[in-house]
């Protein structure tokens, strides 16, 4: 199993700001669709709320949402009540937030996809976990572009480093 963690955050690491993402960058959404379509998704509870009805689930994925609360359902969603069970067995599978679930599943994490948007964010609430360079070595390392919303954004891949630990996600 390969546990790939996605995200765009902004300047100090913002990716979040009243449970909604604080920036509109379409390039970067088109990336995320194209990196995520036709795996497992796994994302919080508040992220699930985020989404607009429309939305979601997001087509072409499981969409697997994670909640403490056992009696929480809604259309669409396949829900788990712990990490384990929310990775699943699938040979990839991709963990799209918010920052409670980042930092949960980062010790479990292979592969870190992040966009970089140049943009600062007043009262961020969400943040992206930071990282290691002890632990992660970018793989790409794209040039900054120009989005067709004005933000310059870049995107970056990383891969945990042979010699570093990563925890076996334990099975549920
Ligand atoms: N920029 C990006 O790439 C990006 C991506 C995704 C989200 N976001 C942003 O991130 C923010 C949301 O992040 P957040 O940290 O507030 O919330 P979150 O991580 O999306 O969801 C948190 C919820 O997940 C559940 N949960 C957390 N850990 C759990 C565990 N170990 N077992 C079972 N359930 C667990 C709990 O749900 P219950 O309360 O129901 O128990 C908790 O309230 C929003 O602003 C969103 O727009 C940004």
Redesign the pocket.
Same mark, same amino acid.
């Given at each position: 199993m390969t546990v790939a963690l996605?995200?765009?955050?902004g300047n100090d690491r913002a990716? =979040? +700001?009243?449970?909604?993402?604080p920036w509109r960058v379409p390039e970067d959404a088109r990336h995320f669709r194209d990196l995520t379509r036709g795996h497992r998704v796994v994302? =919080? +509870?508040?992220?699930?709320d985020?989404l607009p009805e429309r939305f979601r689930p997001l087509p072409d994925r499981v969409n697997v949402v994670?909640?403490?609360?056992r009696t929480?359902s809604s259309p669409g969603a396949v829900v788990?009540?712990?990490?384990p069970e929310a990775l699943g067995g699938d040979e990839t599978v991709m963990v799209?937030?918010?920052?409670?679930?980042?930092d949960?599943a980062m010790t479990f994490a292979d592969v870190l996809h992040v966009t970089e948007i140049d943009v600062d964010v007043d009262g961020a609430?969400?943040h992206?976990p930071e990282i290691n360079p002890s632990r992660w070595v970018a793989t790409t390392h794209g040039e900054w572009q120009e989005s067709t919303s004005g933000l310059r954004y870049r995107f970056l891949d990383y891969r945990a480093r042979p010699d570093a630990p990563t925890a076996t996600p334990p099975t549920s």
């Open positions: 996605i995200w765009a955050q990716i =979040g +700001r009243d449970n909604t993402i994302m =919080g +509870r508040r992220t699930w985020s994670l909640t403490t609360d929480w788990a009540h712990d990490l799209m937030g918010g920052s409670q679930i980042y949960a609430d969400a992206a």
